[in-house]
């Protein structure tokens, strides 16, 4: 039998805990959507729920030992943002903010790999719950990805966050995306593997 509440407060708890930092991508892509147009509001929906929901469905190939990830080359993925970032940073205009990502398939692309560790986390969890428990988990998962959305709409349009990004956005976004892959790299170890190679 299933502990609903308790099983529903558990995915909380670790939703909670790995997507703490989307907050903080969401609200720079909702400001860019009021700012610039791109990507639009329905796009960063649909990229959270597809890149989410996509972390969700490996994990779930993991823990049914269907597939091995070869930690921390998951870690490569912090490339994606920083090769995001400097060609926003490249291409950017002085009087408007940069656009990093303009559609669904950025917006989940920079969800996945800003959420590549969230696949060391999910895969023991998903091992050790049963289908009905794993079930509510991935409900949970879709209602808090809305959550996330929607607190990070609201922050992005705040006037001072709209302000700050208008008037530092065509360095301060780049240079956020750059430091998330560079974050992404250093902490999943695979900098620390690939000098070990060249050495």
């Known amino acids: ?20 930092d989307d907050i903080v991508i969401l609200t720079l892509f909702f400001v860019a959507a009021r700012t610039t147009g791109r990507p639009r509001t329905s796009q960063i929906v649909a990229g959270q729920y597809l890149g989410i929901g996509a ?36 291409g950017s205009d002085d009087d408007k903010p940069a656009t990093v990502v303009t559609g669904t398939l950025g917006v989940a692309g920079v969800t996945i790999a800003n959420g590549a560790d969230n696949v060391a986390v999910y ?3 998903f091992r050790a719950l049963g289908p009905g428990d794993s ?3 991935l409900l949970v998962f879709v209602v808090l990805v809305g959550l996330w959305c929607a607190a990070a709409a609201w922050l992005g349009g705040h006037r001072r966050v709209v302000r700050l990004v208008e008037r530092a956005g065509h360095w301060l976004v780049p240079a956020i995306f750059v430091a998330i892959g560079v974050v992404i790299l250093v902490s999943s170890g695979v900098v620390g593997r690939l000098l070990d190679l060249l050495g």
Request: proline share 6%; glycine share 10%.
């Open 135 to 137: 079930a509510v988990f």
């Open 1 to 20: 039998m299933i502990d609903l509440l308790g099983t529903a407060a558990g995915a909380a708890v670790v939703f909670a805990a790995t997507d703490i």
């Open 123 to 125: 895969v023991p969890v």
């Open 55 to 90: 972390l969700a469905l490996a994990s779930a190939v993991v823990a049914a030992g269907l597939l091995v990830v070869p930690d921390p080359w998951t870690g490569l993925l912090g490339l994606l943002p920083i090769a995001l970032g400097v060609r926003a940073l490249r």
